[in-house]
């Protein structure tokens, strides 16, 4: 019953989002009809009149509104006439990109977040601890686009490890696994410079919670039952500092998807961002929006499935519901 | 026969930022099998210590046992190492503790807590510890047992609660079980169950009791015999209804007069509430060569500030450490 209510919630959220998204690019100077005039090299007045009746941009803004409404509700973002293709075909068709990258960056940091912050909890004042905040402080400062460049250049130029740019090597042939593989080398530089700054935030709030945890009473309880330091930690203490790292990882999902077209304009990703910096330079408007929507649609269902996450962890929650 | 628990001039220091403080300064007592022991005193006077001491369990890198021996079964638990204090926690000696609102993990049903001590100390498989986590919550009267063992904590009231927790320190039938003010977090209907409860067990399972309150009705009714603690040091030991007759320590009878009573009458004149004025000294005091009592006794005199007591023994092995303990 109370996840259909946040389902409807998540519904009635989006078609806000969409109302904004659409009232805000309305009202950016210029429309679409100048953007194709100017690609077919000018029009007359006249000409400028019939695509606007052609793309119904003569329309009263409101009707306007409701019809692509309408449309999106049917699954129908509508025609770029920058790529001349239907825009949802165009967005399944870089989504898996985009949604590989991200995953696996969200998943990365929050694994190898957790663990250091895990560790820097055990021993807070060791060197490794200091190192942990250290390293946090600057993956959560340096810009993602600069971390990308210095990780290319240290690791594609200097040190050739890893491919430039792209996502798979044209010239590999082989079955799934050899081309699997080629996928995955081209992923590491983007993957980890995605997930530099998440890691940072989750390896600190994990260490904080941890620490915080480790001292109330249950964690006495285990120790006064005779359980290891091993068991008391990884099954005591971490479950019930995971809520506020989950949390926040299901808030910074947004912030991970905008991150995402960062890095892959950085690293020529064939994903959404890329997209998306694109049809923004087009002014290719039915694009644009279809991104806006389906980013916004990720981070609704992202915090949807934080919810499911926080119910698995905490059964207080559960409790509420 | 040897007691169970012998422990012999303790000395537990705790570092603070003004130094390192005797928190439990020259302590010996012994607890026989299957007896009752009461540690009484006001916050602050070492019975949490000596209950942590005991269990290994000191907050670490800030206190640790200085001096003096703990010996349980032949064993000194002071050289004892971590492998072995795992052992003997939670299945030789087990403890109780103040607050049950927070003492159980919220993120685990009381069943896996419960059956989860029985696994590590009995080795029994995943079944069989969680059929006798249902008798265990059947022992300390949880209706329903079968029902509830996949509860969680946040559904239980606190005397329910101080219940498992009760169940899990008595699962492995533990030689000593060590409660440390099991009922101060629990309204006073509630208390009088808990204390029937531990007895009860007790007595069943022939575990020794070192219980650790406030409640001196609770330890005449519970303890055979009763240790006074101030400032970290053994004021006064001995059987409990002569110590509570007869108290050979101005600060046993202090706490005694503490107590309020009902009167049969309620025409009768009331007597005024006492207490024992003055506060208990600063940790940094602890450890003077002098009663650190005396500043708030009424029979001190010069000999008090220039020397800590010895113990003079009385009848019936009741000790008080009072230089005027003939007088009190």
């Known amino acids: 019953m109370k996840i259909l209510q946040r389902v409807l919630y998540a519904i009635l959220l989006l078609i806000a989002v969409l109302v904004l998204n659409f009232s805000m690019l309305h009202l950016a100077p210029g429309d679409i009809a100048d953007t194709i005039a100017q690609s077919m090299g000018g029009a007359d007045a006249e000409i400028l009149e019939q695509i606007r009746s052609d793309y119904g941009l003569d329309q009263p803004f409101l009707v306007q509104l409701g019809q692509y409404i309408w449309k999106v509700l049917h699954f129908d973002l509508g025609h770029s006439f920058f790529y001349n293709q239907p825009v949802t075909t165009l967005i399944i068709a870089k989504l898996p990109a985009t949604l590989l990258l991200v995953l696996t960056a969200q998943l990365l940091a929050l694994v190898v977040g957790v663990l250091l912050g895990v560790y820097s909890a055990r021993h807070p004042n060791g060197l490794s601890s200091h190192f942990v905040t250290l390293f946090a402080l600057f993956g959560y400062s340096a810009p993602v686009f600069w971390t990308g460049i210095l990780l290319l250049i240290a690791f594609s130029l200097k040190i050739p490890l890893f491919p430039v740019a792209g996502m798979i090597d044209v010239t590999v042939e082989g079955g799934f696994f050899v081309r699997a593989l080629d996928i995955a080398k081209h992923m590491v530089l983007p993957v980890v410079t995605l997930s530099s700054i998440f890691l940072a935030l989750y390896s600190r709030l994990c260490r904080a919670s941890m620490m915080e945890v480790l001292g109330s009473d249950y964690i006495r309880t285990a120790k006064a039952k005779g359980l290891s330091e091993r068991e008391i930690v990884l099954k005591h203490a971490l479950k019930n500092s995971l809520s506020p790292v989950v949390t926040l990882a299901g808030l910074q999902f947004s912030a991970v998807i905008s991150g995402a077209v960062l890095v892959e304009t950085v690293f020529s990703w064939p994903g959404l961002g890329t997209l998306a910096l694109q049809s923004i330079i087009a002014r290719d408007t039915p694009t644009i929006l279809g991104i806006l929507f389906f980013s916004a649609l990720v981070v609704v269902v992202g915090n949807l499935l934080t919810d499911l996450a926080l119910r698995t962890i905490d059964p207080r929650v559960r409790g509420k519901a | ?328």
């Not at chain 2, 503790?97 to 807590?113: A, D, K, R, W």
């Not at chain 2, 650790?212 to 059987?239: F, N, Q, S």
Request: charged residues 25%.
């Open chain 2, 1 to 328: 026969m040897a007691p169970l628990l012998q422990v012999e001039n303790l000395r537990i220091e705790l570092t603070t930022r003004d130094g390192v403080a005797p928190v439990i300064d020259d302590l010996s007592f012994s607890l026989n099998a299957g007896e009752t022991i009461s540690f009484v005193g006001e916050s602050g006077c070492g019975k949490s210590m000596t209950a942590l001491g005991i269990m290994g369990l000191l907050p670490e890198k800030i206190g640790h046992i200085a001096s003096g021996t703990i010996n349980f079964d032949g064993e000194d638990l002071t050289k004892a190492s971590d492998v072995r204090l795992r052992e003997i926690r939670g299945n030789d000696i087990s403890m109780i503790f103040q607050e049950p609102m927070t003492s159980l993990n919220p993120v685990y049903t009381i069943g896996e807590q419960i059956a989860e001590v029985l696994r590590r100390h009995q080795g029994l498989g995943k079944r069989a510890a969680h059929d006798k986590a249902i008798d265990l919550l059947d022992a300390v009267r949880i209706p329903n047992p079968k029902a509830r063992v996949s509860d969680y904590p946040h559904q239980m009231s606190g005397g329910q609660r101080q219940r498992v927790m009760i169940a899990i320190a008595l699962a492995c039938e533990p030689k000593i079980l060590i409660a440390d003010e099991p009922t101060t977090a629990l309204d006073v209907t509630v208390q009088a169950q808990i204390f029937d409860l531990l007895r009860d067990l007790g007595e069943k399972m022939g575990t020794a009791i070192i219980l650790i309150t406030h409640d001196m009705g609770a330890v005449a009714e519970m303890a055979e015999r009763l240790i006074v603690m101030y400032a970290g040091r053994k004021a006064e030991e001995g059987p409990v209804e002569q110590v509570i007759d007869h108290p050979r320590h101005p600060y046993t009878k202090g706490l005694i007069s503490c107590v309020p009573h009902l009167m049969g009458t309620l025409t009768a004149e009331r007597p005024t509430l006492t207490e024992v004025r003055g506060i208990v000294p600063s940790i940094r005091q602890f450890g003077r060569d002098a009663c650190l009592f005396a500043s708030r006794c009424d029979l001190v005199s010069d000999k008090c500030l220039e020397g800590r007591p010895h113990e003079i023994g009385f009848e019936n092995d009741q000790h008080s450490a009072c230089w005027h303990a003939e007088d009190v």
